[in-house]
């Protein structure tokens, strides 16, 4: 992964990036597909990433920066090895979600939004990951992990581990 504002491109990346463009009749719609590309290739799209990107299509900046900001799919920052995404709509609120949030953020010792300092456990609460029958719900990765309880909850942190 590339640390905070060093961002490089390899010359495959911009290949990509020029591909993916000639698909679309206009540039503006390539933004998603390229970001996911610098995803793909980097982990995560940096601050510096976005504005290369915007630079490669010829976008305002401020247009990518709003994507990377507003799609959760999209990384701004990096991201553990493991990264749990714990529901906090009302279904799982009230199913106990809060609870198992306060659990993981003790357990693994970091805040909402926080990594580990070894990069295997990042943490962030999200809406609704549509598992409401089965709340409390999170996501590891992009695996489901549902009717949680802080047991099974350990269960899954000791096989990550």
């Known amino acids: 992964m590339a640390a905070q504002g060093a961002?490089?491109?390899?010359?495959?990346?911009a290949?990509?990036?020029?591909?993916?463009?000639?698909?679309y009749p206009e540039r503006?719609?390539?933004v998603l597909p390229a970001l996911h590309a610098v995803q793909r290739e980097v982990g995560w799209v940096p601050l510096e990433a976005q504005r290369?990107?915007?630079?490669?299509?010829g976008v305002p900046a401020a247009h990518v920066y709003g994507c990377v900001s507003f799609?959760?799919?999209?990384?701004?920052?990096?991201l553990g090895?493991?990264?749990?995404?714990?529901?906090?709509?009302?279904?799982?609120?009230?199913?106990?979600?809060?609870g198992i949030l306060e659990h993981?953020?003790?357990r693994l010792g970091i805040e909402d939004g926080g990594m580990t300092a070894d990069g295997r456990f990042?943490?962030?609460?999200v809406e609704c990951l549509g598992s409401c029958g089965t709340a409390p719900a999170m996501q590891v990765n992009d695996d489901y992990h549902e009717n949680l309880t802080r047991e099974k909850v350990d269960e899954l942190l000791d096989r990550l581990r």
């Open 122 to 125: 990042s943490l962030a609460t």
């Open 104 to 106: 993981l953020k003790r």
């Open 7 to 13: 961002f490089v491109p390899s010359d495959g990346l």
């Open 52 to 57: 290369w990107v915007a630079g490669q299509l």
């Open 81 to 98: 090895r493991h990264h749990i995404q714990v529901c906090r709509t009302l279904s799982c609120e009230l199913r106990g979600a809060g």
């Open 15 to 23: 290949v990509e990036i020029e591909r993916i463009a000639s698909l």
């Open 71 to 78: 799609y959760t799919l999209l990384r701004p920052r990096p």
């Open 28 to 30: 503006m719609a390539a």
